[in-house]
C-alpha cells in the first residue's frame, strides 16, 4: 500500500470488515488483473454499471492496492447514518443531471494530488437499459492528463440479491484496448470508447430480483425493436 494513497479508516471497515465476506465468501469473489490499478500516482478507474453492489465489488477488490474515491449520486448522503460513512470514506457526492461544478473539481483536485478516481460511464445502473456514455470521463481525463486511464468489468453482483441462489462476483482490471486518452480524442468519443469496449467484455445485466429483470431485459427489448422499426 502506498503511503501517498492512506486507506481512510473508514473505508478500511466498511469494505474491508463489514461488506468483503458478502462479495468474498457469499459472492465467491474472483479478482483478475489487479496488477494493471497502479498503487499509488493519479489514476481514473471506469467500469460499467448494473447492480449497487458494483462500487463495493470494485472497492474491496482494489483494497489490497488502493482504496478508490467513487464518484457516487448525492442521495446516498440523505440516508441516516450513510453520509457520514461516506464522508469518512472519502467518497465524492454527485448530484446527477445538474453539471456539478462543485464534485467535478473536487475530483480534479483529488486526481492532481494522486487518488484514484472511480468513474462509472453510463452515470447510474444500467436496469437492463442500453445507456449511452455520459461526458465526466473524458471531462476528467482532459483536465488532468497525467491520469492514467485504467477499465475494470463487474459481473455476477446482480445475484447478490437473488437468494438462495448464490453470485459468483467476477472482478477484472485492465489497461484499455484502444489506449490512453488522446489529445484528438473528445469527452463524448472517450467516453463512447471506452463504455463499448466494457460492455464487449460485461454485458448489460439487469438489477433486482430474478422474474423482475427478466420482465425489465424483455420490456426494454422489445421497446429497442420498436424504436428500430420506426426508424
Request: aromatic fraction near 4%; charge should be positive.
Amino acid at each position: 500500500m502506498s503511503d501517498a494513497d492512506p486507506v481512510p479508516r473508514a473505508y478500511r471497515i466498511a469494505l474491508g470488515r463489514v461488506l468483503a465476506p458478502v462479495v468474498r465468501r457469499w459472492g465467491r469473489l474472483e479478482v483478475e488483473g489487479l496488477e494493471h490499478l497502479p498503487p499509488s500516482g493519479p489514476v481514473l478507474l471506469a467500469g460499467n454499471h448494473d447492480s449497487y453492489w458494483d462500487p463495493v465489488a470494485i472497492g474491496i477488490s482494489a483494497l489490497p492496492r488502493r482504496p478508490i474515491r467513487a464518484l457516487a449520486k448525492s442521495t446516498l448522503w440523505k440516508i441516516k447514518g450513510l453520509g457520514r460513512i461516506l464522508d469518512g470514506m472519502a467518497q465524492i457526492p454527485v448530484e446527477r443531471g445538474k453539471g456539478d461544478v462543485a464534485a467535478f473539481d473536487r475530483a480534479v483536485q483529488e486526481l492532481r494530488d494522486g487518488a484514484c478516481i472511480g468513474v462509472f460511464p453510463e452515470g447510474s445502473t444500467s436496469k437492463g437499459r442500453t445507456l449511452r456514455a455520459r461526458s465526466g470521463l473524458g471531462r476528467l481525463a482532459a483536465a488532468v492528463p497525467e491520469a492514467e486511464l485504467v477499465l475494470v468489468t463487474v459481473e455476477g453482483t446482480v445475484d447478490v440479491v437473488r437468494f438462495p441462489t448464490r453470485p459468483r462476483i467476477r472482478v477484472r482490471f485492465f489497461p484499455p484496448a484502444g489506449g490512453q486518452p488522446r489529445p484528438d480524442e473528445t469527452p463524448a468519443q472517450l467516453g463512447n470508447r471506452v463504455l463499448a469496449e466494457l460492455r464487449g467484455l460485461a454485458p448489460i445485466a439487469a438489477c433486482g430480483r430474478r422474474r423482475k429483470a427478466e420482465r425489465r431485459m424483455r420490456e426494454h427489448a422489445a421497446a429497442a425493436a420498436t424504436a428500430d422499426d420506426a426508424a
